[in-house]
């Protein structure tokens, strides 16, 4: 089974404070993915990578940025962490495949409190 | 990606079938069904997809009409563990896969004891 942890479950930072969220998947997927999710707002894409050390911004990029050093790895990184950034982030990871279709793998997320 | 409508929510007694109806009646011809699930302060969990002909995995079995304009899916002996909320979202696979999801308000699963 694909397994993608997340490097912790719940966090609490000051605002200001800068923010590392790592994000580890087992089965040499390709592509992996980092989401926020706030209630009434559903799911949103932060940032993508297809590749190792490629990004893509996803719908909202600001105040965040990735790296992905390594194929397993992916961190999200919140330079000056904000309250509005409170969220539950989500890491996913999917492969890339000559099918038409593809399935995203989650980890159990980690609750991000900035106070 | 097309648009869903789901439910906002049902119950199901334990052990009965669950049946989830999504809706996405401008689906285009290259687009898949998809479902996931979200257990409480879990993250989101893949179930199955479809393209126009029904699908049984382990988990669950999904219906699609035949004109695809809708969908069900179906856990056939529904557990206290399956209360969650699931979310049917359609898209198309645009090489790589590198695309994000975008989920709706999905439909919260009760499973009652």
């Known amino acids: 089974d694909v397994k993608v942890t997340q490097s912790s479950r719940y966090l609490v930072k000051r605002t200001g404070e800068k923010v590392f969220l790592e994000c580890v998947q087992d089965m040499d997927h390709e592509n992996m993915f980092w989401y926020r999710q706030d209630p009434g707002l559903g799911l949103r894409l932060i940032y993508f990578?297809?590749?190792?050390?490629?990004?893509e911004k996803g719908d909202i990029p600001e105040g965040y940025s990735v790296s992905r050093e390594k194929k397993e790895r992916f961190s999200l990184i919140l330079e000056s962490a904000s309250t509005n950034q409170t969220s539950m982030y989500l890491c996913?990871?999917?492969?890339?495949?000559?099918?038409?279709?593809?399935?995203?793998?989650f980890g159990p997320g980690t609750r991000l409190t900035v106070l | 990606d097309a648009k869903t409508t789901q439910p906002t929510s049902m119950d199901c007694a334990e052990g009965r079938a669950a049946n989830l109806p999504c809706n996405h009646s401008?689906?285009?011809?290259?687009?898949?069904v998809y479902w996931y699930r979200q257990i409480h302060s879990q993250g989101p969990q893949y179930i199955i997809h479809g393209l126009k002909n029904n699908e049984t995995n382990e988990m669950a079995s999904l219906i699609i009409t035949e004109d695809r304009k809708s969908s069900t899916l179906i856990l056939p002996h529904a557990t206290l563990r399956d209360t969650a909320v699931y979310y049917c979202i359609v898209r198309a696979y645009s090489g790589g896969g590198a695309d994000g999801l975008t989920f709706g308000k999905g439909t919260h699963l009760i499973i009652q004891p």
């Open positions: 996913a990871s999917s492969l890339v495949t000559s099918r038409l279709y593809n399935e995203q793998f």
């Open positions: 401008t689906i285009s011809g290259n687009e898949y």
């Open positions: 990578s297809y590749d190792v050390k490629m990004k």
